[in-house]
């Protein structure tokens, strides 16, 4: 016979709230707003908050639980909501308590599941700037650093982009860098695959505005793993480590290591016209359902409505801009400078500068950024004494004129 006690019955219940709705994402603008509200608030105050639901539910009672506040927080009107209560504090020692059972490999009815609802529900809440500083507050940012070594892909995607998401301040990326992550990272650079690969990068990326971090990379002999990733075909993959890159580049011992090991070339070889970059053939950026931009689009470009048959060329533009700007922080070594010369990479910059072919506004854009982040390249190659009589043949004497009057090791565009 059917369990028909009233814990039963609610299971049933929430079970069949989210076959209904696993679609819907704005909950707040449906015709039963009202309901869902309620919903929302009694799920948080009666079962979240509850110390003696929390003590006494099975296990597929929070996971189902879970499941709908997940579901219910895709819309960010009830994201705000939650956070004005007590729930999102409650969630985040719930989701540290069972991060940590986990990591154990502590066997316990649907603890994966459970995990990878509230991994869910925490990149969710991370997508508004105005949560993340709270949440680093509550100490969000350790379990998901724990959860990079994650055995499970969907639950080390959802800790990728949360943790992406969080490392947009200093503090933050700071607090993220000091938890031994970057081991971790760039092991994932090393031997995943390319949806982890790319998400990786982007956190580590930026993780390296921080100085601890560079030298952290350096000691775990991130140079060397970042440049075998230049020979890839993913173009999210190569422009978030060109950028990785260009920020260990800012340290002189960093520039000597780079060109030693042999980087200068990849970059270069970033630069040829005839090469074409696109995302990897079955990739996905995002493995979570919440909605959003895709991850990997050129900053300049982030949100925006682009044409599928434009974001190639877009891509493609963004990673050579990139390169040159990574070249011209690795040419503020004067060896670099000269390797670079010596492989016609004079040349093969000068070519950037000339016009591109652009059918529309964002490749426009996109066509003109490159130019200038070639024009600066070569600019800073000039800077060096020796290279100086090539530039003189280069231009024309009024284009030579103003390339001269911008100035030695001038960065700004």
Not at 324 to 338: G, W, Y
Not at 386 to 394: C, D, P
Request: contains cysteine; charged residues 20%.
């Amino acid at each position: 016979a059917p369990d028909t006690t009233p814990i039963a019955r609610e299971i049933h219940a929430l079970e069949q709230f989210s076959k209904t709705y696993h679609g819907e994402r704005e909950f707040s603008r449906h015709s039963q707003r009202n309901t869902f509200s309620q919903f929302l608030a009694a799920l948080v105050k009666e079962r979240i908050c509850s110390s003696d639901w929390l003590e006494g539910s099975s296990p597929e009672h929070s996971l189902v639980v879970l499941t709908c506040l997940r579901m219910l927080l895709r819309d960010g009107v009830y994201q705000s909501e939650v956070f004005r209560s007590d729930g999102v504090k409650i969630l985040a020692n719930m989701f540290v308590d069972l991060t940590e059972l986990y990591n154990a490999r502590i066997e316990k009815p649907y603890l994966a599941d459970q995990l990878k609802e509230l991994a869910n529900i925490f990149h969710k809440l991370t997508i508004d700037v105005s949560h993340r500083d709270w949440l680093i507050d509550c100490g969000l940012h350790k379990p998901l650093v724990y959860l990079l070594s994650a055995g499970d892909v969907y639950i080390l995607h959802c800790a990728l982009h949360a943790l992406i998401n969080l490392a947009t301040s200093d503090e933050a990326r700071a607090l993220v860098g000091d938890l031994n992550s970057i081991e971790v990272l760039l092991r994932i650079l090393q031997d995943y695959d390319f949806v982890s690969k790319r998400l990786a990068s982007d956190l580590l990326r930026k993780l390296c505005s921080n100085d601890y971090v560079r030298e952290q990379v350096t000691v775990f002999d991130g140079i060397p793993i970042c440049l075998s990733l230049l020979h890839l075909d993913d173009v999210f993959v190569l422009m978030h480590t060109v950028g990785i890159i260009e920020r260990l580049a800012y340290d002189a011992g960093a520039r000597d290591g780079i060109r030693v090991i042999g980087g200068l070339l990849p970059l270069l070889t970033l630069l040829q016209q005839d090469r074409v970059y696109g995302p990897s053939a079955g990739a996905t950026t995002n493995p979570s359902s919440s909605a959003g931009p895709v991850r990997g689009l050129p900053p300049s470009l982030a949100g925006a409505q682009i044409p599928e048959d434009d974001k190639f060329a877009v891509w493609n533009f963004d990673l050579k801009a990139a390169s040159c700007t990574a070249l011209t922080v690795l040419f503020r070594n004067d060896i670099n400078a000269h390797h670079v010369i010596k492989d016609n990479g004079a040349y093969m910059i000068a070519l950037l500068i000339l016009p591109q072919l652009a059918t529309t506004f964002a490749e426009a854009t996109a066509a003109v950024n490159l130019q200038k982040s070639a024009f600066r390249a070569l600019r800073f190659l000039f800077s060096k004494e020796r290279n100086r009589q090539l530039f003189k043949r280069l231009f024309p004497p009024d284009l030579f004129e103003q390339f001269i009057a911008v100035g030695h090791y001038n960065f700004d565009l």
